[in-house]
């Protein structure tokens, strides 16, 4: 429900929808690199003309939203921001409060061993770790749903050892990606996908064997 992500944040970042409102947070799993964007690359290679992971998120689900012809669906993706440069909706939050991922951050530690140091938290899947992506939203202002009972994430990162541990993987030492191995996972990326991940954004389209021109 809208509800549980506005309680836990500032005004600011509220979403401007009845507490009640169904609203839906989108993730990719590891799959997704070669059961949509390749698929959606291939068909769609002449349209490609910004980032492909972005646009292929967007047709699918625009296609989700087709199928709900009477209905008014919503969607905020992960990347859109407001005028403010802040983000349209945080996507760690949001599916923190649906029960999707845990959310672990600072206040998750009772020793804090950082001092003044910015700490980010970061969402942990109980089954693929930091092997996956928030994608967007889907909201349907349409539905209200007051019985809806909210699930907790899982706390599957659970010892202050380890949370310490996460948050220093994350923070200090993201781009070798340890930190998505915190916990045992049933799936992680390829190495082609992790490839593509690592590769910067301007060069991608060339590992996906897209021209200049799309570019």
């Not at 292929?56 to 709900?68: A, D, G, Q, R, T």
């Not at 599916?95 to 672990?104: D, L, M, P, Q, S």
Request: aromatic share 14%; proline share 7%.
């Amino acid at each position: 429900k809208v509800g549980w992500y506005n309680a836990v944040l500032q005004p600011a970042f509220h979403l401007p929808y009845p507490d009640d409102t169904l609203a839906f947070v989108v993730l990719s799993t590891p799959s997704m690199f070669d059961k949509a964007l390749k698929p959606f690359v291939k068909k769609e290679r002449l349209k490609i003309i910004r980032d492909p992971v972005d646009q292929c998120v967007s047709h699918h689900l625009s296609c989700v939203k087709e199928k709900f012809p009477d209905q008014e669906v919503d969607i905020i993706f992960d990347y859109e921001i407001l005028p403010s440069r802040k983000p349209k909706f945080l996507a760690q939050t949001a599916a923190h409060v649906a029960g999707a991922a845990y959310y672990y951050q600072r206040k998750d530690v009772k020793l804090d061993p950082w001092g003044k140091k910015k700490i980010y938290g970061v969402c942990i899947h109980p089954k693929y770790g930091g092997w996956f992506a928030i994608r967007g939203l889907l909201l349907f202002p349409d539905i209200q749903v007051p019985f809806l009972e909210q699930s907790a994430p899982v706390d599957c990162v659970s010892t202050e050892e380890k949370r310490i541990e996460l948050l220093e993987l994350f923070n200090f030492h993201w781009q070798d990606g340890r930190y998505r191995d915190i916990i045992e996972v049933k799936e992680r990326y390829s190495e082609e996908q992790k490839a593509y991940f690592a590769t910067p954004p301007t060069e991608r389209f060339r590992l996906l064997g897209l021209t200049q021109e799309a570019q």
